[in-house]
């Protein structure tokens, strides 16, 4: 935070994010690390993505880029950027313990390790005991949702939601009818009085 300009943790992250993509050229080095991490995971997300496909889309701002997240979506676009290449950090498992091997590998990580390194930094017990049955709650449930949608088959279209009240609509259908071009001035007048009296 900087709290004296009324900066929370995340405008800082963007105002920083937003000064190293408005000034990078084709000779920076950049690195972005858990960029859109401080606000909701779909917001994140989204400008994690768009931050990515900007940088890979304009080399004249992106030298090289290191760009560490734990949005595991994002690493889909090695499959449709060419200039994107997925590399993690090997990690054992053994006896509900990680072991970080201290070696880069190529591809993408196909889990986190939050609650495991939560626990490595002294996290109590009981915290990592319950953040585990809520994880477990958690992908449960996105497995369950994600079975039943595979046996639905995919949702029906829905009819979009109009912009304006009906009544709003209707004046704007009314306008469209209009032939400005013949009406003489006094009917003209008469037809937004009209138009006008809808509205109240």
């Known amino acids: 935070d900087q709290l004296a300009p009324g900066e929370a943790t995340f405008m800082v992250e963007v105002h920083e994010t937003a000064n190293i993509l408005n000034n990078a050229t084709d000779r920076s080095v950049i690195i972005l690390d858990e960029v859109g991490r401080g606000t ?3 917001d994140g997300l989204s400008l994690a993505w768009a931050i ?5 889309d304009n080399p004249a701002r992106s030298g090289i880029t290191l760009f560490a997240t734990h949005y595991h979506e994002v690493t889909d676009l090695a499959k449709t950027k060419t ?7 090997a990690v054992k498992e053994w006896n ?21 390194v ?20 958690l992908e449960r449930k996105e497995r369950d949702l994600v079975e039943e949608t595979r046996r ?27 032939d400005v071009d013949t009406l ?9 009085y009209e138009l006008k009296q809808k509205l109240q």
């Open 40 to 42: 909701a995971t779909f």
């Open 96 to 116: 509900e313990q990680i072991i970080f091997l201290r070696k880069v590998v190529e591809g993408s990580a196909d889990k986190s390790y939050g609650i495991q």
């Open 184 to 192: 003489s001035p006094r009917d003209a007048l008469n037809a937004l």
């Open 52 to 56: 990515i496909e900007f940088l890979h």
């Open 83 to 89: 200039r994107v290449a997925n590399y993690n950090v």
């Open 118 to 137: 939560a626990k490595l930094a002294g996290i109590p017990h009981s915290v990592i005991d319950r953040a585990r049955e809520i994880l477990d709650t």
């Open 152 to 178: 639905r088959g995919p949702a029906p279209a829905t009819r979009q939601l109009g912009l304006f009240n009906s009544t709003e609509q209707s004046i704007i259908d009314a306008l469209r009818t209009i």
